[in-house]
């Protein structure tokens, strides 16, 4: 998920009365529910080995333990040297719970996406992900937002009517419930919608793999993705539809084999999204000077009018070695 829903987040679990445990309980939350994004550091030395170490080892059980450690390590530590004006006390413990729930927030928040985590790193590399979630979730976003804000303004309009002070914590339940209500909502129209592609053939054939990732806003609204023998097939589909018929689905057919294809994957970079892909689709163009490989995991496939996203490019020459590689969240338009 974005760093803002992590903060967002954050907040909402330490106004639930983790603030009034220990001082810098906020602090620390904030802090941990966005550590492990510290992983994007790996970005600086290129777009392949962003996607390599990525939701790494940072983002597994073991990374989010050692850095609730750290972090609840580092504020106790600094707490101890700032002079504050008497209120509550610095408790170590209560430190460290709320770094692990701020470190595991963000391990829950990134597994319901599409993207997934790897939870089980360094011993296993499997990917895990529940695909109900969109990355950056606008719906989300504003039920935080507004159980946060409303009623931290309402307590602004107690005080200065001399009424006493509002309560915060109705307004962070209200958020993490609302989180899980909209998880269970989506979650249901997610099985909804693999129930749907599952119960049909695509161009005269059966489905052999086949997934349905989240759109944002619109928690019915889904885009399957079908792996039958000879293509792909990439559609809408709305999990409320009576009829339970997906929309036209585009075909994508599978492409030939071919040395330069095998070529391309076998690269270092090739095989860095192939662990990453779920549902990688190659396309191969030929020129004067080599190869043009180009793999998109269609998890989050765009139209063909649309930017290009989750896309690897490998040049080769003719003699199949490679000239260059790259990976693009979001690239150029497509030819």
């Given at each position: 998920?974005?760093?803002?829903?992590?903060?967002?987040?954050?907040?909402?679990?330490?106004?639930?009365?983790?603030?009034?445990?220990?001082?810098?309980?906020?602090?620390?939350?904030?802090?941990?529910?966005?550590?492990?994004?510290?992983?994007?550091?790996?970005?600086?030395?290129?777009?392949?080995?962003?996607?390599?170490?990525?939701?790494?080892?940072?983002?597994?059980?073991?990374?989010?333990?050692?850095?609730?450690?750290?972090?609840?390590?580092?504020?106790?530590?600094?707490?101890?040297?700032?002079?504050?004006?008497?209120?509550?006390?610095?408790?170590?413990?209560?430190?460290?719970?709320?770094?692990?729930?701020?470190?595991?927030?963000?391990?829950?928040?990134?597994?319901?996406?599409?993207?997934?985590?790897?939870?089980?790193?360094?011993?296993?590399?499997?990917?895990?992900?529940?695909?109900?979630?969109?990355?950056?979730?606008?719906?989300?976003?504003?039920?935080?937002?507004?159980?946060?804000?409303?009623?931290?303004?309402?307590?602004?309009?107690?005080?200065?009517?001399?009424?006493?002070?509002?309560?915060?914590?109705?307004?962070?339940?209200?958020?993490?419930?609302?989180?899980?209500?909209?998880?269970?909502?989506?979650?249901?129209?997610?099985?909804?919608?693999l129930s749907i592609l599952d119960s049909h053939t695509y161009?005269?054939?059966?489905?052999?793999?086949?997934?349905?990732?989240?759109?944002?806003?619109?928690?019915?609204?889904?885009?399957?993705?079908?792996?039958?023998?000879?293509?792909?097939?990439?559609?809408?589909?709305?999990?409320?539809?009576?009829?339970?018929?997906?929309?036209?689905?585009?075909?994508?057919?599978?492409?030939?084999?071919?040395?330069?294809?095998?070529?391309?994957?076998?690269?270092?970079?090739?095989?860095?999204?192939?662990?990453?892909?779920?549902?990688?689709?190659a396309q191969m163009d030929e020129s004067e000077e080599g190869y043009h490989v180009s793999i998109s995991d269609l998890r989050?496939?765009?139209?063909?009018?649309?930017?290009?996203?989750?896309?690897?490019?490998?040049?080769?020459?003719?003699?199949?070695?490679?000239?260059?590689?790259?990976?693009?969240?979001?690239?150029?338009?497509?030819?």
């Amino acid at each position: 998920m974005d760093n803002l829903t992590h903060t967002l987040t954050a907040v909402a679990i330490s106004q639930t009365g983790l603030n009034r445990k220990t001082r810098f309980a906020t602090l620390t939350l904030i802090l941990a529910a966005n550590a492990p994004d510290i992983d994007v550091l790996s970005g600086l030395k290129g777009s392949v080995t962003y996607l390599e170490y990525h939701r790494g080892i940072a983002h597994s059980l073991l990374g989010i333990t050692c850095l609730a450690f750290i972090i609840s390590g580092l504020i106790y530590w600094m707490g101890r040297k700032v002079q504050t004006k008497p209120g509550l006390p610095l408790n170590s413990r209560w430190l460290l719970i709320a770094a692990l729930l701020g470190t595991g927030s963000h391990l829950l928040l990134d597994f319901t996406n599409a993207y997934g985590v790897r939870p089980f790193l360094p011993f296993s590399g499997r990917w895990y992900a529940w695909d109900i979630m969109p990355i950056i979730d606008p719906l989300l976003l504003a039920v935080l937002t507004l159980g946060l804000a409303v009623p931290w303004l309402l307590r602004l309009v107690s005080e200065e009517v001399g009424v006493g002070k509002g309560h915060l914590v109705p307004g962070a339940v209200f958020c993490l419930a609302a989180m899980v209500a909209l998880w269970g909502v989506r979650d249901f129209a997610h099985r909804r919608a693999l129930s749907i592609l599952d119960s049909h053939t695509y161009a005269g054939e059966d489905p052999e793999r086949f997934g349905a990732f989240p759109v944002a806003l619109n928690p019915f609204t889904w885009t399957g993705v079908v792996e039958t023998e000879t293509a792909f097939h990439v559609g809408s589909l709305n999990a409320l539809d009576g009829s339970g018929v997906p929309d036209e689905m585009e075909a994508l057919d599978k492409p030939q084999p071919s040395p330069a294809l095998a070529a391309a994957m076998k690269t270092h970079a090739g095989k860095v999204f192939l662990d990453f892909a779920r549902f990688p689709w190659a396309q191969m163009d030929e020129s004067e000077e080599g190869y043009h490989v180009s793999i998109s995991d269609l998890r989050f496939y765009r139209p063909p009018a649309a930017p290009r996203s989750f896309t690897l490019d490998v040049e080769l020459d003719k003699n199949l070695r490679t000239l260059s590689d790259a990976f693009y969240f979001a690239g150029p338009r497509r030819d």
